[in-house]
């Protein structure tokens, strides 16, 4: 059992649709980050979230923080084949201990 | 320019072999991690050090024995190694601060 689970683990959508990734967790945590990893590279980071309840956006990129700091979202509007990669959250605690989801892999179809 | 490097990017050895990956960091953090990542892609904490002095040990075997000389250097030694090896080996850095890790362009193992 991973401290953080990612739903859903495969997703495959036309360009132009919307689409949302789950990121849950039991255990409350000081941050979450999102990564998007591309073949053949390293995890990217793409946002920090701090506060319970905190959303920020990245261009179509839209994240958000749970109240209670265990969970998180992100949602793509009008994906494109661009956002193609494997999106990683990852829970902070104190101590610079991280716990990294169990991914979620994207493919926008042209 | 490159914030984190690895070396090599692609390894290819028998096992029981001992094998060395090296990681570099230009940014000053002083905190830096190796990342195993499976065939299902995911992110498995092996290894943390900060100030070249170890904080996170995860259960790892002890044929892996990371050893870093000073704050931007952590590089990772492996004895005897296994078929179960055979993975994706990252590098990162942050600043304990700031809690954001930025990460090497990893080390294909692949042990024959």
């Known amino acids: 059992t991973q401290l953080l689970e990612q739903s859903p683990q495969f997703l495959s959508i036309q360009e132009g649709e919307n689409l949302t990734v789950y990121c849950n967790s039991s255990s409350v945590f000081s941050s979450l980050q999102w990564y998007r990893q591309e073949p053949g590279e390293g995890p990217v980071l793409l946002v920090t979230?701090?506060?319970?309840?905190e959303v920020k956006k990245l261009k179509r990129l839209t994240f958000q923080f749970g109240d209670a700091r265990k969970d998180s979202s992100l949602h793509i509007t009008a994906a494109q084949p661009g956002d193609t990669g494997l999106y990683l959250c990852a829970g902070a605690r104190t101590g610079n201990q991280f716990y990294f989801g169990t991914g979620t892999s994207l493919t926008v179809i042209p | 320019d490159t914030a984190v490097s690895q070396t090599p990017k692609y390894l290819v050895t028998q096992m029981g072999n001992d094998k060395s990956i090296k990681c570099e960091q230009n940014l000053g953090h002083d905190t830096m991690y190796w990342y195993k990542q499976d065939s299902k892609k995911f992110l498995k904490i092996m290894f943390s050090y900060n100030n070249k002095e170890l904080i996170i040990n995860e259960t790892v075997p002890n044929r892996f024995s990371p050893k870093s000389p000073d704050k931007a250097h952590l590089n990772l030694h492996i004895n005897s190694l296994e078929l179960g090896d055979s993975a994706v080996y990252f590098c990162?850095?942050?600043?304990?601060?700031?809690?954001?890790?930025?990460f090497g362009p990893g080390t294909r193992l692949l042990v024959l």
């Open positions: 979230v701090v506060t319970g309840g």
């Open positions: 990162a850095s942050s600043h304990i601060a700031r809690e954001t890790q930025y």
